[in-house]
């Protein structure tokens, strides 16, 4: 009985460390690829309104990076789509950026 619990405790225990990368390849494609395009129109050069769309999509498919994928569509709220960069926090920005690296990085395994 000893042997099995331990056997079971392994095999659980290298489970755990299978789905550390929950995210497969195509949808962290997907996800940076919508990021970016986000990116992009917060600095004016993009539909900031087809991109909140892309970014809410993604974050429904991917429930492991909402938070992160959140904290830019609220930074997008408070932009005006005609001047994004005179109005978006900056302060704001860096932080979303940073939340969604670091949640990339434990998701997807990249930098």
Do not use: W
Not at 52 to 80: H, I, W
């Amino acid at each position: 009985m000893k042997k099995t619990g331990m056997l079971i405790c392994a095999v659980v225990g290298m489970g755990g460390s299978m789905v550390a990368h929950a995210m497969d390849q195509a949808d962290c494609i997907h996800v940076n690829l919508a990021v970016a395009d986000m990116q992009q129109a917060l600095i004016g050069a993009g539909n900031l309104d087809a991109s909140k769309e892309k970014l809410e999509t993604r974050a429904k498919e991917n429930p492991e990076m909402k938070g992160s994928l959140n904290a830019f569509l609220e930074l997008a709220k408070g932009v005006d789509v005609n001047a994004p960069m005179e109005t978006m926090d900056m302060a704001e920005f860096d932080r979303a950026e940073e939340q969604y690296q670091k949640k990339y990085r434990e998701e997807c395994g990249g930098s």
